[in-house]
């Protein structure tokens, strides 16, 4: 499993972003950033992402895609096109938007069971078992669950619809693919040589060319535009690209940081004698933001693009960019270490009016022209959503309030000795981990504006909500890496669901820690490195396969 490496959240293979809180996790080539599954809520908080990949980690040989782990499932066979497509389960799934908008996505990548059978699994319950005549490395569903990108062990490249009733084949000697997208996705071919497949136009564009390797890059939230540096130039590929263009000369020391999903925003930094310049191009010639202390530049920019956040790790001035201004340099004592709004996450906020920005143990309200007001001290993680704002202070005290402008109204003490904790993203459910000398790993939950919190189970080491918040699946009993999987609505007795979970795998197909109640994959009963695979439907959980290699 990937997650995450600022908030713990699991990430589909290949994401170039992290969905809760903004964080660029491209990864250096050949791997992802493997973490142990957190024991958080369902909105972590964030810390400065890194958003590049340094050159000095890409292969010498040239541009180098992850590698999508080989990842199932089993039952009425049609034969297509070399394929045989094997339906399981069905029906199943749902969750409703419950006021938050949220992106519906499968486990997207296939999985393999002990015969080396491939699977691919939908958000609905539905199994699809892959069969080539060539045999299959792996493949990958698209997050809409439009498309099916297939190859094979002899290094065939093939895209099918769902259904595998239409295949086309898309290249030879493919090495490998990913940053799949619903737009298309990447791949590389035996060559070194690196292409961008689209879906709408059925065809790649070549991104590489014969003067050069491609060292860092950036992908745009949807995995397709991409920033990267070629050799000596700064280059860009739009959305709807044919091909790469030079935006402008570079040395060795440039950093992609960002591009927009249609291509026509891209910024960057420059590094000289721990210096970092910070560069933007919107259509135009270059033009130059400002300049920090540092070598390690960083930035966290709005769901609308309209405002961004450059610094570098270790400064304690940031530059505060809002589109059409020029840039402001703030400062705060300890630099950043989380960047929010009234509405939540920056990445996920849109017409930023001011800033709530974590330094230290201090949290502070930033305006835009970089005017900051201290809210609370001794602060160690906080969690914002509809104007509602959550903090755990040092001594472990959880407090709730709301967002005022120079001062958090109506504060309250919730509770103390209070660990690990999460805010739904719609203000209205907290979930917290109590650890005390007499009871250890207590789970609760409150509504805001409710009497008291309350008290859901013991011995429990992780949970998902679901996206109204009122719902929450949990693992307790845990021994090692499996525990029993219980789900329960906020008040009311929690039902078992199943014995032997294997935690890691817990999966609806919504990110953001949520889960579907009506519908989500588990694996259990773990046997010399294979299990076995359920689908949990609402009311009961149903077996879809043995002998899976999780």
Known sequence: MVYCPNCGTELREGAAFCPTCGQAVAAPAGGGTETPAYPAGPAAEEAPPPAYIPPEEEKKSGFSLKKLLPVIIAAAVIVVAGLVLILTLGGGGGGGKSGVELDRRSEARCYFDEDEAAFIRFSDGTCVKLTMNDGVETAYLTPDEKNIVVLTEEGDLYVADKSLKKMKKVESEVADFSFVSDKGFYYETEDEELFRYSFKSGSAVKVTDDTGEIGGYALSRNDFAMLYVLDDKLCRLSSDGKSGEKLTGVEDNCTPLLISDDGKTAVWAESDSGELTFYSWEGKDKQKLGKLEGSSPRIIASADMKLMILYSSSSEVFLIWKKGKEPVKAKLPDGISGVRTGDGPLARSSGVKELYIQSGDALY????????????????????????????????????????????????????????????????????????????????????????????????????????????????????????????????ESTRIAADVYRGTLTSGYYYNYIDPKGFWFFKDIDDGYADLYYWNGKSAKKAAEAIDY
């Open 365 to 492: 309200r930033v305006s835009l022209d970089g005017e900051k007001t201290k809210l609370a001290s001794g602060v160690r993680s906080y969690s914002i959503a509809d104007g509602k704002i959550i903090y755990v202070k040092q001594d472990g005290s959880l407090r709730c309030g709301k967002l005022g402008k120079d001062e958090i109204k109506n504060e309250e003490k919730l509770d103390k000795d209070v660990g690990s904790y999460g805010f739904t993203l719609n203000g209205k459910y907290i979930y917290y981990i109590k650890d005390t000398e007499k009871d250890d790993s207590v789970l609760y939950g409150y509504r805001l504006g409710a009497k008291a919190p309350v008290k859901i189970d013991d011995d429990v080491y992780d949970w998902r909500v679901s996206l109204s918040g009122d719902t929450v699946v949990y693992f307790t009993d845990v021994s090692g890496s499996s525990g029993d999987l219980r789900i329960a609505k906020l008040g009311k």
